[in-house]
């Protein structure tokens, strides 16, 4: 799929996913996501909050198909991800990309930069991203891509071990537009990082977001970042949805209790 320049608030532009009614259960029986539906379209930040433990992540591993749901449906791109085989699911999987909360989990100790960067592109036979200035160097790619995210090339040679938390990040969000993704799930992706660093890099997802009409689920217990970060959000309490709202209708008055809880907790403007 190719990335378009769009109007991040365009609501005729189609969905990338779709889930309905999906639970999860875990062994001993503990219900992480009760019954949840909804979808995201192209050029959209979907926004997800909710405190430690209401089950945000669980709803992001099933909808990456990384979790096993006990029962619902998940359409990526009109593709029911639900009915298909394995070999097909792995296929459907490559337009989908994460960026998790720890840096450094997501990078292989023993490759350089360059290698992990360029890993998506090679394994899916995939050439220059169309946003980037068109080549068939992999160094120049690599480069480039670095530069979208603000790094420099020098850092193509090192490994993650010789780059700070905030620089892996980065490299994370880099790999994850290399392959042009119908979704990125962005799960905490600055909560292990300084806070000065945070603001930048929400910037950062921000901008290429908008520059590049990308598509993503963006995950915080922090009810600030993602009222900055999306266009619209859902509250999430017990494995529940409680409460959907676009912007500014967050600080309206009938907001359901919890939402009205969490505003109070962070400081949101
Ligand atoms: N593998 C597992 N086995 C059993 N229970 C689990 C497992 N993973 C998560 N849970 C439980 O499911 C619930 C939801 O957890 P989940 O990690 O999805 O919440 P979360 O909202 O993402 O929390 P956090 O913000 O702390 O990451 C929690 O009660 C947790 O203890």
Redesign the pocket.
Known sequence: MQLQLLQTSDLDQPEVLRLKNVWKT???G?Q??KGISFAIRRGECLGLV????????????CLLTLERMDKGEIWLNERPLHKLTSFQLRQARREMQAVF?SPSASFNSRLTIMDSLLEPIRCQNKGCPSFLDKSTNEREIASQLLEKVHLPANCLNRYPGELSGGQKQRVAIARAISVEPSLIVL??PTASLDVSIQAKVLNLLKDLQEKLGLSYLF?S?DLSAVHFMSQRLMV?QQ?EIVDVCEGMELFAPNRHSYTKQLLALFDVN
């Open positions: 875990y062994h001993g503990h992480a996501v909710g405190e430690s433990g209401s089950g945000k992540s669980t709803l992001a591993r909360q799960d905490e995950i217990h999430m494995g």
